[in-house]
């Protein structure tokens, strides 16, 4: 009987050690299938080219370019912006929910929140085409609506479910005894959340940050649909710009295969890749320092 | 990296539809410009001939062209013509490409209603679109920056047009758009702007005006939506729309672009805003027995 349930207890231990490990081959199998086609384009085009060329043209009328500032730029604004939209209302609506709503309330907006992270990109997207641009248009007297502006408030949309519901987790988590002597200690509510319960949740609300950041960096659809997408070097908010992730979804679909704008796209891919993946191993750290200071 | 991934997702789900549905479905895949224009014939044939199934779908030309290469469709429409290099890795990949044409288009340059500029030479929309004017005081109109709406790299348009009007490279201030009508859209808010669709789209389209375009500043001014111009070739921007097809077609294939060649199909064409084929390319059409 015991030897049966031994081995039903090992069988378990290992399917989820496969699971484990079949992750992580996932994750070097992607690694490396990025590295091996983006690697043959740097036959063509050197490394130093590559990161300072002003602009990425492989369709060009005379001599291909590929650029990666400019779109690099362009992601790292539209997702800055997005951030900066995002975390203030994220945070905002975390302590809300985490201190100052009665538990009623708490119930119906938590589901509510999470259903925003079900909305699909291209709905978003086309919310960016339809209502946000027209509205960006009226409000600053920009010429069009489709700019760097737009894909950030659209980006802070999607981003703020995950930072709302992982902010909200590590408030709820700060010890009650914070709290408690907070409030015997005389100070207000508001005191009490600003001043203690935040600080004391820093790590956690940082790793929920991170991550929020990685979900908007990586955005396809939503950017490719609302930022207008021109070549140019970005100058400000108010124009266009065109994104890593817009770059590869246009341009996958026309390439010629095994040519260097084939690689080079796989390029653009690693890049982001490794961005996100640092970003994520960031916050993956930030986020245990807070778990384990809890303990 | 999450898109990347789901992009492999999308890119295995339409493959594995495809490969799925081929069996007795015609695919026709590529222009955005004329992808109404097909979907029209489609189903005006589809209901004449019962049991006979066609899926049409858009992407852009480089995309129909590509699918046609790899064996993904049968029939790859296109705004512009098969470039060298895709010759080249057809040949490698043994697909010969035919080339009917199925229509005219007078590619349209529209700007802003409350524009009131009227007509551009051929030279001067060049200019305006590798950025060298970039004000329309330098085009008879009132001193505002002009703004660029064009399409992306996948589009047959985007390609015409560069080796038609511009005989250079875009300005990189241009946005770039996902089809015909997001252009009219963002011409029709932007007072500033300017952009370059398909005849079928200009038509229709309100709060535009579409440009008169002459070719040089002698030449004589002629509107895309006439009729006669275009077909006499004197409207500067016209351009033959295409269907591509591996070798000479035969059985459903050859029925299908029959009917779009018929007086019926041709009657669509002219409904969808574009112009019937000249006796000139009746004739290219028929080495292929249509």
């Known amino acids: ?295 | 990296m999450r898109s990347v991934i789901k992009l492999g997702m999308a890119v295995a789900g339409v493959g594995l539809l495809a490969t799925a549905a081929s069996a007795d479905m015609l695919q026709v895949k590529g222009s955005d410009t004329i992808i109404n224009l097909v979907q029209k014939e489609a189903e005006v044939y589809m209901q004449q001939n019962a049991g006979a199934k066609i899926s049409v779908t858009g992407g852009g030309s480089g995309t129909g062209i590509a699918a046609l290469i790899n064996k993904k469709c049968a029939i790859a429409n296109s705004s512009r013509a098969i470039n060298a290099k895709e010759v080249e890795s057809a040949t490698s990949s043994g697909v010969a490409p035919s080339r009917i044409v199925i229509a005219i288009d007078g590619l349209s340059v529209v700007v802003n209603g409350s524009n009131p500029l009227n007509k551009l030479t051929m030279d001067q929309i060049g200019k305006i679109f590798r950025g060298e004017i970039q004000n329309w005081s330098e085009v008879g109109g009132s001193n505002m920056p002009i703004n660029l709406y064009g399409r992306q790299s996948n589009s047959g348009t985007y390609g015409f047009f560069r080796e038609m009007v511009l005989k250079g490279e875009y300005s990189s201030k241009m946005n770039t758009m996902n089809g015909n009508s997001q252009i009219v859209e963002a011409v029709k808010a932007d007072p500033s702007g300017i952009g370059y669709i398909g005849v079928g789209y200009a038509k229709n389209a309100s709060g535009v005006t579409i440009l008169d375009v002459a070719m040089g500043q002698n030449g004589s001014y002629k509107s895309p939506l006439d009729k006669a111009a275009v077909e006499a070739g004197q409207y500067p921007i016209a351009r033959p729309l295409y269907q591509y097809v591996n070798g000479t077609p035969t059985g459903a294939i050859k029925d299908f672009l029959s009917f779009e060649l018929s007086e019926q199909g041709q009657r669509i064409v002219e409904e969808e805003g574009f112009y019937p084929i000249s006796a000139e390319y009746k004739e290219a059409n028929a080495k292929f027995g249509l």
């Open chain 1, 1 to 295: 009987m015991t030897m049966k349930r031994q081995l039903k207890e090992k069988l378990i231990e290992w399917f989820f050690l496969l699971n484990g490990i079949l992750v992580i081959l996932i994750l070097g199998g992607i690694f490396i299938l990025l590295l091996k086609n983006a690697l043959p384009a740097f036959r063509e085009v050197s490394l130093k080219d590559f990161v300072i060329s002003p602009i990425w043209n492989p369709d060009a009328y005379d001599k291909p370019t590929y650029g990666l500032l400019p779109m690099l730029v362009s992601s790292l604004m539209v997702t800055v912006g997005a951030l900066i939209v995002a975390i203030p209302l994220g945070i905002g609506t975390a302590a809300y929910m985490s201190d100052v709503a009665r538990p009623r309330v708490r119930e119906i907006v938590k589901p509510l929140v999470e259903i925003l992270a079900g909305i699909p990109s291209v709905v978003v997207g086309f919310l960016g085409i339809v209502l946000v641009g027209p509205f960006i248009t009226h409000l600053t007297g920009a010429r069009n609506g489709l700019n760097a502006l737009n894909g950030s408030i659209l980006l802070a949309v999607m981003a703020l479910p995950t930072i709302i519901s992982l902010s909200e987790d590590a408030l709820a988590s700060v010890p009650r005894a914070y709290e408690e002597a907070s409030l015997a200690l005389g100070a207000n509510k508001w005191q009490t959340v600003v001043r203690v319960k935040i600080p004391a949740a820093a790590s956690g609300i940082l790793a929920a940050c991170m991550l929020g950041m990685g979900r908007a960096i990586g955005e396809t659809m939503t950017v490719l649909m609302a930022t207008g997408n021109a070549a140019a070097f970005p100058n400000s908010f108010l124009g266009p710009v065109k994104t890593m992730t817009s770059t590869i979804a246009i341009e996958l679909g026309e390439v010629a295969y095994y040519t260097t704008h084939f690689y080079m796209l796989f390029a653009v891919g690693l890049i982001l890749f490794i961005i996100t993946f640092i970003i994520n191993v960031i916050s993956d750290i930030v986020f245990h320092k807070h778990t384990r200071a809890q303990l």
